[in-house]
């Protein structure tokens, strides 16, 4: 069955880092664009990166331009997200979904920026 798993979130302080990973299964991983989406409270979701079918190309939301890395492991079936600098705005629900968020949603992993 297709499905997407995300995890590695967690209550961190301001400045600090956290690494989410998004392992997919039940598809043909490698042939798709990949995204990381998330959700503030009260908020709609939103595109923080996406990345392409070979890694080779990337793009960011302005909001975390520079602070987050998004990567992929096609052997793996596995995408990351490496987030650094971390700020109060960023917390939020992130998902992972194909750049085209045609596949069933995960249950995301909840990232909380906090002192």
């Known amino acids: 069955q297709v499905q997407v798993v995300e995890s590695g979130g967690g209550l961190v302080q301001p400045g600090g880092s956290l690494r989410l990973s998004c392992a997919a299964s039940?598809?043909?991983?490698?042939?798709?664009?990949m995204s990381w989406y998330r959700q503030a409270p009260g908020k709609g979701r939103e595109l923080v990166a996406v990345?392409?079918?070979?890694?080779?190309?990337?793009n960011y939301a302005d909001s975390v331009r520079g602070r987050f890395t998004i990567s992929r492991d096609n052997p793996k079936s596995t995408m990351y997200l490496q987030m650094n600098s971390l700020k109060p705005e960023d917390t939020a629900v992130y998902y992972c979904?194909?750049?085209?968020?045609?596949?069933?949603w995960g249950q995301g992993t909840q990232v909380t920026v906090s002192s």
């Open positions: 990345i392409s079918t070979a890694g080779g190309s990337t």
């Open positions: 039940g598809f043909t991983f490698s042939i798709y664009a």
């Open positions: 979904n194909a750049r085209n968020p045609i596949l069933p």
